[in-house]
């Protein structure tokens, strides 16, 4: 039959599709189809986004997929394009994710390919196909990269973890007792300081402490659950839709870091050391009266030579372990030793010297613009009955976040700096609902920060270690102050944990009832101090 507009059908063959022509229509622009020379993906890029002035803002997607259709010569130039632009150092520039700070391309790239050289090394995943994910009702959990410099511009210390993106929404009935993975308390970590600068063992020699990292420790945990994850751009099959299926725990997913706190128990059993009832991060070795306390993946080890000589092979022999120093008063020990966010000095003749990272408190003056303010010696004041105007909330959502993440940091900042607990402890109540005074209180800390940005804390040489008798119990003053808060009330429980002549912790409580005499505010601060 006849076809409409007066064309007309024929039973011969179709004729052969005529060859492409040299221009073509592509997005209602005329584009010439001559080969693009193989690696110009940046002028495809420029193309498809229609200037050159959009170049600097292409996304990754976009860059990639014009790399990928370009024509090559060779697989090698193929592979040279697709490696270019999986890293993005062509495209934008990549941040420190913890300061914010530009890194260098070539050295991300380097600590990213050793990341996933790790991963491969310890045969983390196994390659799956989507579908699978699908046909058991799994969701395939983002991925990102995180990358650190550890050190600064003129030594750097570039790290790259490649993390899951595993949120509490995709499986919001998971019980979260279930997931918990425990630190140590502050007093734990300081208690082997202090008895380091106190006793001797009971063989006689003094005590030394060793400061150990386990180098990609959750790649050590078998998962305990199914999980299935995104691939990196470095690990991705062309014309394949593979993810991972983890078969050791992956930083990011929700229980990982439980994993990892089982998985190192069992072994530390395997090797004599019994677990602490009062936390699960506290072990005892009672052949070689060896403590250790455990912080994620860092190991405090407080033992003397022959127990270290005996203990140290064996953890080696289990994981790939840095030493980051090992304090003691002989010759050949360490002097000093950099631990996560804080610095210890051993002095001979005098003790040991405790600072917290100074980075913390210079990070939060330079977030509040305080670098030219007028410093204060004080970190709060006591407050007025709160104006109308104070007690207004922050409307502006970054400075909300802003607020929060100042607040957090100084909140952290005061577990080895005491002088700041109750100011840390005011501006971290009002978190949840920042207002006007509670800004004007967190400008004052970062005034006080300006002006004493360091505290270096003393513990002295006590006990066997001066020649006098050792500190044989803890002693905890404890105060309070009733109804200090002007808004609820409530009263504030403060107190400390003494070793000796040692300050192993201190803290600073709003009371959660109201008291309703002085003596009940002493009483629940007495109650505070003995649990």
């Known amino acids: 039959g006849g076809g409409g507009g007066g064309s007309s059908s024929s039973s011969s063959a179709a004729p052969p599709p005529s060859p492409r022509p040299m221009e073509e229509e592509a997005r209602g622009e005329k584009r010439s189809a001559t080969p693009t020379r193989p690696g110009s993906w940046l002028d495809a890029a420029q193309e498809r986004a229609g200037s050159p002035q959009k170049t600097q803002r292409l996304s990754a997607v976009l860059a990639y997929a014009a ?51 790790e991963i491969r090394k310890h045969k983390v995943y196994r390659k799956v196909l989507r579908q699978m994910a699908k046909d058991r009702g799994k969701r395939v959990i983002g991925t990102r990269w995180v990358d650190i410099n550890k050190g600064d511009d003129i030594n750097p210390n570039y790290r790259a973890r490649f993390v899951a993106k595993e949120l509490r929404a995709f499986s919001p009935f998971t019980p979260q007792e279930d997931l918990c993975a425990a630190t140590p308390p502050t007093a734990a970590q300081n208690l082997l300081l202090s008895m380091l600068c106190a006793r001797r063992s009971r063989r006689g020699p003094a005590y030394k402490l060793v400061f150990l990292g386990v180098r990609r420790a959750f790649f050590y945990a078998e998962a305990t659950e199914e999980v299935f994850v995104e691939l990196p751009n ?109 610095q210890v000095r051993y002095t001979d003749g005098l003790g ?93 800390l970062g005034r006080c920060l300006r002006g004493r940005p360091r505290l270096v804390v003393v513990y002295r040489l006590q006990g066997a270690a001066a020649g006098e008798r050792d500190p044989d119990f803890l002693y905890i003053p404890v105060d309070s102050n009733w109804a200090d808060c002007r808004e609820t009330r409530r009263s504030t429980s403060g107190g400390a944990l003494v070793h000796g002549r040692h300050v192993l912790a201190t803290w600073s409580v709003t009371q959660s009832i109201q008291a309703l005499s002085s003596g009940e505010a002493e009483f629940y601060a007495v109650l505070r101090g003995a649990v």
């Not at 990928?68 to 150092?89: M, Y």
């Not at 725990?249 to 050391?273: C, I, Q």
């Not at 330079?366 to 970190?379: F, Q």
């Open 67 to 117: 790399a990928q259709n370009q024509p090559t010569c060779a697989d090698v130039d193929e592979a040279w394009a697709l490696e270019t632009c999986q890293h993005h150092s062509m495209l934008r520039p990549i941040y420190d994710s913890a300061s914010g700070v530009e890194l260098r391309p070539e050295l991300v790239r380097e600590a990213r390919w050793e990341e996933v050289d």
């Open 234 to 342: 470095e690990d991705k099959e062309p014309g394949k839709d593979l993810v991972w299926l983890l078969l050791k725990s992956l930083y990011g997913t929700r229980s990982a870091a439980k994993n990892w706190l089982l998985r190192l128990a069992k072994d530390l059993a395997s090797l004599g050391f019994k677990q602490a009832l009062s936390s699960p991060c506290i072990f005892y070795h009672p052949d070689h009266a060896a403590r250790l306390v455990i912080h994620g993946d860092d190991l405090w080890l407080l033992a003397d030579q022959p127990a270290l000589e005996v203990l140290k092979p064996k953890l080696h022999q289990i994981y790939t372990l840095k030493e980051n120093g090992t304090l003691g008063p002989d010759a050949t020990d360490d002097k000093a030793a950099t631990t996560p966010n804080r």
């Open 352 to 444: 040991e010297e405790i600072e917290a990272d100074p980075r913390h408190a210079e990070l939060i003056v330079a977030e509040l613009g305080m670098e030219e303010a007028k410093a204060v010696t004080t970190p709060g004041v006591k407050e007025a009955e709160p104006a109308d105007a104070d007690a207004q909330l922050i409307t502006d959502l970054s400075e909300s976040t802003a607020y929060r993440g100042i607040s957090a940091r100084g909140l952290y900042l005061s577990i080895d700096r005491p002088e700041m607990k109750f100011a840390a402890k005011e501006l971290a109540r009002k978190m949840a609902k920042p207002t006007q005074a509670g800004m004007r209180s967190l400008k004052r």
